[in-house]
């Protein structure tokens, strides 16, 4: 209803922008103010309620990032309201922020030189809200809703002048928090129930304002306020250690975060699910050793339950949390799909090596984006058609922290993706030669003592979320429409060139699924994570699906899933592999590497005729097979993929005689 009184015709908005310089009502056309009039009434009748100012200020935000229609004259009134509201509720200047806080954050040189210099007086406004205990009372001013404000704000104001030149000063101003949050995360079991909250709350409060900051000004290519972008992108990310450090000491508190998506209610934390994970041991140096073989070489990840326990879960990317923060994914502004051209910048493997005047990309920072990007793709980027729940409550339940990508049709997303593949590949090579680097240095062992040093888990990381983005992107279902098909081919065209710059777009189909099979073959020698190992494996049998009938591409996944099973796997710890994912993994590269071997029934009867041979002579628990070291006293999921994969080619014959 609301959009029907703001609607406008193209050339009437038109008009109004080149026109409308004053935002008073006496401005505003008709309907315009009739608009104002029903605006002013939904916001007084929901001033009590959190939920429903943070949603009508998300739905607003959402309305005019898409309706091309608007009333610019009532567009420019209301950010004149928003703008006033958010400057009296959250900014202060600096001079006036109240004593208990501690301004920090500041990408400023010497903001304090200023006299107007401003924060985002977060220690305030919680304070004042905790003084109040009605939150009700302070809806429309609470910290639940200064993101989704600001949201709204910054949308106008690139609607309006197709700028943020009004508001990029938030961008770069410093945070009112609550002392230090280092040395109070350090004395969190000293802190009573209260402090302990507090802190809490205006981490989450402060990272979910980062995020929103991060979602507006990914919009500019100004380089200068890019690089303010990264920055603010490893703010996020230092937070989120702490934030992961002080979560793990709050397991008593029953905590629950402060709400940041108001389009559903958000599910209240299991108790089981926040139990901290049993610390891992730095395995001893130059035990299992495992020499380089071929195209055996490294792989994967440990399986997600151990990474989540070395490194929180999404969005952190803290290789020392106490906390898993995958479990409170709901409790994070979601980041729009703009911010992902940062993945464009330099990366710089090496954090002590500074580059001046220059986007760089640190691991800790591309790891944060890759863990985003990639959920962001299998959300929308399904490899198989989306079955419809008729329970609406599923569907809200799946959509949260995606509401924002839901509105964009799935072909776009695809064409974006695309266009982001390049710079995907580029750190693909340059991790991928780190890895090899720390190979080489270490004669081969997947165990040796540098493997596992300072800043090497966040790269092997990145390592596997990289090829995980590109098998996302390329299974997409709707690559095997003929709708899709010039896109398809842009895709392969960009990874077939790396492997032979002379190849053109022209090129047979096949022609670029080989080429690209043979670029991916070259990563078998460099993985050293099982996860990975399961990625690059997953993006071969995805090329091969768009070559059916050529043999190359799976003689090729069967050759690297036959090197991956005859070699030993490491955690980020250096541990040995071990657990029902790991079992679960080494069970799914058997497969593949059965459906992909020329001639099935000789390799079946040959792997199970050694396999009887080899059990016999395991002695202990940890002992394992000779040819296949990934399988040890778990032999079982071993016997069974031989069982049912003798059984399906019996059958398969049987048919086929029959029919003959």
Same mark, same amino acid.
């Given at each position: 209803?609301?959009?029907?009184?703001?609607?406008?015709?193209?050339?009437?908005?038109?008009?109004?922008?080149?026109?409308?310089?004053?935002?008073?009502?006496?401005?505003?056309?008709? !309907?315009?103010?009739?608009?104002?009039?029903?605006?002013?009434?939904?916001?007084?009748? #929901?001033?009590?309620?959190?939920?429903?100012?943070?949603?009508?200020?998300?739905?607003?935000?959402?309305?005019?990032?898409?309706?091309?229609?608007?009333? /610019?004259?009532?567009?420019?009134?209301?950010?004149?309201?928003?703008?006033?509201?958010?400057?009296?509720?959250?900014?202060?200047?600096?001079?006036?922020?109240?004593?208990?806080?501690?301004? +920090?954050?500041?990408?400023?040189?010497?903001?304090?030189?200023?006299?107007?210099? @401003?924060?985002?007086?977060?220690?305030?406004?919680? !304070?004042?809200?905790?003084?109040?205990?009605?939150?009700?009372?302070?809806?429309?001013?609470?910290?639940?809703?200064?993101?989704?404000?600001?949201?709204?704000? !910054?949308?106008?104001?690139?609607?309006?002048?197709?700028?943020?030149?009004?508001?990029?000063?938030?961008?770069?101003?410093?945070?009112?928090?609550?002392?230090?949050?280092?040395?109070?995360?350090? *004395?969190?079991?000293?802190?009573?129930?209260?402090?302990?909250?507090?802190?809490?709350?205006?981490?989450?409060?402060?990272?979910?304002?980062?995020?929103?900051?991060?979602?507006?000004?990914?919009?500019?290519? *100004?380089?200068?306020?890019?690089?303010?972008?990264?920055?603010?992108?490893?703010?996020?990310?230092?937070?989120?250690?702490?934030?992961?450090?002080?979560?793990?000491?709050?397991?008593?508190?029953?905590?629950? =975060?402060?709400?940041?998506?108001?389009?559903?209610?958000?599910?209240?934390?299991?108790?089981?699910?926040?139990?901290?994970?049993?610390?891992?041991?730095?395995?001893?140096?130059?035990?299992?050793?495992?020499?380089?073989?071929?195209?055996?070489?490294?792989?994967?990840?440990?399986?997600?339950?151990?990474?989540?326990?070395?490194?929180?879960?999404? =969005?952190?990317?803290?290789?020392?949390?106490?906390?898993?923060?995958?479990?409170?994914?709901?409790?994070?502004?979601?980041?729009?799909?703009?911010?992902?051209?940062?993945?464009?910048?330099?990366? %710089?493997?090496?954090?002590?090596?500074?580059?001046? *005047?220059?986007?760089?990309?640190?691991?800790?920072?591309?790891?944060?984006?890759?863990?985003?990007?990639?959920?962001?793709?299998?959300?929308?980027?399904?490899?198989?058609?989306?079955?419809?729940?008729?329970?609406?409550?599923?569907? +809200?339940?799946?959509?949260?922290?995606?509401?924002?990508?839901?509105?964009?049709?799935?072909?776009?997303?695809?064409?974006?993706?695309?266009?982001?593949?390049?710079? @995907?590949?580029?750190?693909?090579?340059?991790?991928?030669?780190?890895?090899?680097?720390?190979?080489?240095?270490?004669?081969? @062992?997947?165990?040796?003592?540098?493997?596992?040093?300072?800043?090497?888990?966040? %790269?092997?990381?990145?390592?596997?979320?990289?090829?995980?983005?590109?098998?996302?992107?390329?299974?997409?279902?709707?690559?095997?429409?003929?709708?899709?098909?010039?896109?398809?081919?842009?895709?392969?065209?960009?990874?077939?060139?790396?492997?032979?710059?002379?190849?053109?777009?022209?090129?047979?189909?096949?022609?670029?699924?080989?080429?690209?099979?043979?670029?991916?073959?070259?990563?078998?020698?460099?993985?050293?994570?099982?996860?990975?190992?399961?990625?690059?494996?997953?993006?071969?049998?995805?090329?091969?699906?768009?070559?059916?009938?050529?043999?190359?591409?799976?003689?090729?996944?069967? $050759?690297?899933?036959?090197?991956?099973?005859?070699?030993?796997?490491?955690?980020?710890?250096?541990?040995? $592999?071990?657990?029902?994912?790991?079992?679960?993994? /080494?069970?799914?590269?058997?497969?593949?590497?059965?459906?992909?071997?020329?001639?099935?029934?000789? #390799?079946?009867?040959?792997?199970?005729?050694?396999? $009887?041979?080899?059990?016999?002579?395991?002695?202990?628990?940890?002992?394992?097979?000779?040819?296949?070291?990934?399988?040890?006293?778990?032999?079982?999921?071993?016997? %069974?993929?031989?069982?049912?994969?003798?059984?399906?080619?019996?059958?398969?014959?049987?048919?086929?005689?029959?029919? %003959?």
């Amino acid at each position: 209803m609301a959009l029907k009184h703001m609607a406008t015709s193209e050339i009437d908005s038109q008009e109004n922008i080149q026109s409308s310089s004053s935002t008073d009502d006496s401005h505003l056309s008709e !309907r315009a103010s009739r608009a104002k009039g029903l605006l002013e009434l939904v916001m007084e009748s #929901v001033k009590s309620s959190v939920a429903c100012v943070g949603l009508l200020y998300d739905q607003l935000a959402a309305m005019v990032c898409r309706c091309d229609a608007l009333d /610019i004259s009532f567009l420019k009134w209301i950010a004149e309201e928003i703008a006033d509201r958010f400057q009296d509720y959250f900014v202060k200047e600096l001079k006036e922020v109240s004593k208990m806080g501690y301004t +920090q954050f500041s990408l400023e040189a010497s903001e304090e030189d200023y006299e107007d210099a @401003i924060c985002v007086n977060i220690e305030g406004v919680l !304070r004042n809200e905790k003084s109040q205990g009605n939150i009700g009372a302070v809806a429309a001013q609470s910290l639940c809703v200064m993101a989704p404000m600001f949201r709204l704000l !910054r949308s106008l104001q690139f609607r309006i002048s197709n700028n943020l030149d009004s508001v990029d000063g938030l961008l770069s101003c410093s945070v009112a928090m609550p002392k230090d949050m280092t040395d109070l995360i350090d *004395d969190f079991p000293k802190l009573n129930h209260d402090e302990q909250i507090f802190i809490l709350d205006s981490l989450f409060y402060c990272i979910n304002w980062f995020r929103e900051l991060v979602n507006a000004f990914s919009l500019l290519r *100004d380089e200068e306020m890019q690089t303010k972008v990264l920055q603010r992108i490893e703010n996020i990310i230092s937070l989120q250690q702490l934030l992961a450090k002080g979560l793990g000491y709050a397991k008593s508190l029953d905590y629950r =975060p402060p709400r940041c998506h108001f389009y559903v209610d958000v599910k209240p934390l299991l108790q089981e699910k926040l139990k901290k994970p049993a610390n891992e041991k730095r395995a001893g140096k130059g035990k299992g050793k495992g020499k380089q073989k071929g195209k055996t070489k490294d792989a994967g990840n440990t399986s997600i339950t151990d990474v989540n326990a070395v490194v929180p879960g999404n =969005p952190s990317s803290n290789v020392t949390g106490e906390m898993d923060l995958s479990v409170y994914k709901d409790f994070f502004r979601e980041l729009d799909i703009e911010v992902f051209v940062a993945l464009s910048s330099c990366l %710089v493997l090496d954090e002590r090596a500074v580059k001046e *005047d220059k986007l760089v990309l640190y691991p800790t920072g591309l790891l944060f984006l890759l863990e985003d990007y990639v959920t962001k793709l299998d959300h929308c980027l399904p490899s198989t058609l989306k079955l419809i729940s008729s329970l609406a409550t599923t569907q +809200q339940a799946a959509s949260v922290g995606y509401a924002s990508l839901d509105r964009i049709p799935t072909p776009l997303i695809a064409r974006r993706a695309m266009k982001l593949l390049t710079f @995907i590949l580029m750190k693909l090579e340059a991790t991928a030669e780190y890895c090899q680097k720390l190979l080489d240095s270490n004669d081969g @062992i997947y165990d040796g003592p540098e493997m596992f040093k300072d800043g090497s888990a966040e %790269v092997k990381l990145c390592y596997s979320m990289l090829l995980h983005s590109v098998a996302s992107t390329l299974g997409w279902i709707g690559f095997h429409s003929s709708a899709y098909n010039a896109l398809l081919r842009d895709c392969l065209h960009i990874i077939a060139s790396r492997q032979n710059s002379e190849t053109t777009k022209t090129a047979l189909l096949k022609e670029l699924v080989l080429f690209s099979c043979q670029y991916f073959l070259r990563y078998a020698s460099c993985t050293v994570l099982l996860t990975s190992a399961g990625n690059l494996v997953r993006v071969m049998q995805v090329l091969s699906t768009f070559a059916p009938n050529e043999a190359e591409p799976r003689q090729k996944i069967a $050759e690297v899933c036959h090197g991956f099973l005859s070699r030993q796997w490491y955690t980020l710890n250096g541990l040995p $592999e071990h657990g029902a994912v790991y079992n679960r993994q /080494i069970e799914s590269l058997l497969k593949s590497y059965f459906a992909n071997v020329t001639d099935t029934l000789s #390799v079946v009867n040959t792997t199970a005729k050694w396999v $009887e041979d080899e059990i016999q002579m395991l002695q202990n628990k940890d002992s394992c097979l000779h040819t296949f070291p990934t399988i040890n006293k778990h032999v079982s999921t071993c016997w %069974v993929i031989l069982h049912s994969e003798s059984s399906s080619i019996q059958i398969n014959m049987a048919v086929y005689f029959k029919a %003959v």
